[in-house]
Nanobody, 126 residues
Framework: QVQLVESGGGLVQAGGSLRLSCATSRRAFSRYAVGWFRQVQGKGREFVAAIGWSSDSTYYSDSVKGRFTISRVNAENTVYLQMNSLKPEDTAVYYC???????????????????WGQGTLVTVSS
């Protein structure tokens, strides 16, 4: 199983930017699609974005499309989430996870992913 570690969260003002990282020491990571999710206390995990193993495909939730960009550097075993034009409603704990199944599409359900990290907190002040 691939165990992932998120980093890069913090406190930022509305309109600001942050870049989150999702990393692992497992080389197999480069063969998997990776998704970012976020969770607010008391609610379920919400899909944010996903990227295919070769970066040829990406998928965003409507709430972040045009503001967030997902990318990966397989040589570094790292996936990034660049978050621009942040809004207070983006405040959440952000998680990344790997989809180890071979699919013809990018999944957006938490149950389709594993290797969850501990999450990184993003707080956007108004």
């Amino acid at each position: 199983q691939v165990q992932l570690v998120e980093s890069g969260g913090g406190l930022v003002q509305a309109g600001g930017s942050l870049r989150l990282s999702c990393a692992t020491s497992r080389r197999a990571f480069s063969r998997y699609a990776v998704g970012w999710f976020r969770q607010v206390q008391g609610k379920g995990r919400e899909f944010v974005a996903a990227i295919g193993w070769s970066s040829d495909s990406t998928y965003y939730s409507d709430s972040v499309k045009g503001r967030f960009t997902i990318s990966r550097v397989n040589a570094e075993n790292t996936v990034y989430l660049q978050m621009n034009s942040l809004k207070p409603e983006d405040t959440a704990v952000y998680y990344c996870a790997a989809d180890r199944h071979s699919r013809s599409y990018l999944a957006d359900e938490p149950s389709q992913y594993d290797g969850w990290g501990q999450g990184t907190l993003v707080t956007v002040s108004s």
